[in-house]
């Protein structure tokens, strides 16, 4: 028994011992107090050119062009309903043309940061990939396109 409590009082001993051998633990520095209210995070600039849409015959026909070169077609009908993404028939009435516009250019972005957008990606479940359209050269035949099928 004696033993026992010898070997006992040694434990705490050495316990006491190594509770002193350890650094102190440093400060940890004081949190930032909490806003009271959360700013919303900042939005992703999409900077959109300014043009009006084309309703020559050329531009059309060379939107179509590009339209079916960047993928579009895979993902989308233009009349006959949905597809992977929804039919574009239509769209230049159905949407105001700067969002159009960030849509097609910054899909990747949009369905993070706009509602409509976000609210189209809830419904079909598959993120329209960026398609890489070029602002200048592109954007304005593609958009003649769609819209000469209003
Ligand atoms: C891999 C499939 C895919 C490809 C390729 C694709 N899209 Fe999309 N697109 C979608 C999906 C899906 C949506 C709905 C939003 C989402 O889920 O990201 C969408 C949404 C859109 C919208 C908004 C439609 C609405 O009802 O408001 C437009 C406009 C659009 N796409 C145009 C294009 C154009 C132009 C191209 C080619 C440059 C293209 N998309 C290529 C899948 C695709």
Not at 58 to 76: L, S
Not at 90 to 109: F, H, N, S
Not at 124 to 142: D, Y
Request: some cysteine; proline content about 11%; aromatic content about 4%.
């Amino acid at each position: 028994m004696k033993r026992l409590v010898f070997l006992a009082t040694l434990a705490l001993a050495l316990a006491a011992c190594d509770e002193k051998k350890a650094a102190p633990a440093p400060e940890a520095p004081a949190a930032p107090p909490a806003p009271a209210v959360e700013a919303p995070p900042a939005k992703t600039e999409i900077p959109v050119p300014s043009f009006t849409i084309s309703t020559a015959k050329a531009d059309i026909a060379k939107g179509e062009e590009i339209y079916a070169a960047k993928g579009c077609p895979a993902c989308h009908k233009v009349g006959g309903g949905k597809l992977v993404g929804p039919d574009l028939k239509g769209i230049t009435a159905r949407r105001d043309e700067t969002w159009l516009k960030k849509m097609i250019l910054r899909p990747d972005v949009m369905i993070k940061e706009d509602d409509a957008a976000k609210k189209l990606f809830v419904e079909h479940l598959t993120p329209m990939p960026n398609q890489g359209v070029n602002p200048e050269t592109e954007l304005p035949f593609i958009l003649a396109y769609l819209k000469s099928v209003e």
